[in-house]
């Protein structure tokens, strides 16, 4: 069983916002994989389905960002889970928007989000970081985050969450590097071949002239005629 977490914040003033791409990850896979309807449970919102085989559960937390690892900590001890059945998708400031990277343990680099579950249940789960962008200065960061989306990035979040759903078959089996195919090729779908060109036909060859075995005497006299 794999628990996949994405954080954000409750209610509807921050649907929207950056800091809950996390959320909106974890929307789109229970929408597109015929998920069970949301429920409340451990401290947050809870679906259940398969992906790929493989029994899903998926988790919003409602705790509010900085307490997300209470939820995360009462699902895992309730399912008896481990750390290498976790997942979490979070937003991150320093990939550039429409970026995804995946890993392995590794610290919290100050997500708050982040250092609540390696309170609640270490380091050692996955995450799947979902870039943002970075508004270009540290006291920006709060406002950034707890904004909107804006119009012009509709079009690659669409995108990223589209690669989300098709390649979660794949990271719920642990195939990471099928997962970020899937995401890219959403993200830059290939271009399409060039159509090929008709073989021009050839140019009719000139026929030489057929040898003259006249004599010279003759050509003359055929002259006159």
Do not use: C
């Not at 690669?163 to 990471?176: E, N, R, V």
């Not at 000139?206 to 002259?223: C, G, V």
């Amino acid at each position: 069983m794999r628990l996949i977490v994405g954080l954000g914040n409750p209610g509807a003033k921050y649907a929207r916002n950056r800091h809950n791409i996390g959320f909106m990850a974890v929307d789109r896979i229970a929408e597109d994989h015929g998920f069970s309807p949301w429920k409340s449970k451990f401290q947050g919102q809870l679906s259940e389905g398969n992906l790929g085989g493989e029994k899903v559960i998926l988790l919003k937390p409602e705790t509010f960002m900085n307490l997300s690892g209470q939820s995360v900590g009462e699902a895992m001890r309730f399912y008896k889970l481990s750390p290498a059945d976790l997942i979490v998708f979070h937003d991150e400031l320093d990939l550039a928007p429409g970026k995804l990277k995946a890993k392995q343990g590794g610290g919290h680099a100050g997500h708050n989000g982040l250092r609540s579950i390696h309170a609640h249940v270490g380091d050692t789960y996955a995450r799947v970081r979902l870039g943002i962008g970075h508004p270009g200065h540290k006291d920006k960061v709060a406002a950034y985050v707890l904004n909107d989306f804006a119009k012009a990035d509709q079009d690659w979040l669409d995108d990223i969450l589209r690669g989300i759903s098709d390649g979660a078959p794949a990271l719920a089996k642990g195939d990471i590097a099928k997962f970020t195919n899937a995401v890219a090729l959403r993200m830059a779908p290939p271009k399409p071949a060039k159509p090929l060109r008709p073989t021009p036909e050839p140019a009719p060859q000139k026929q030489a002239p057929a040898e003259d075995d006249r004599s010279t005497m003759q050509r003359l006299m055929d002259r006159f005629k």
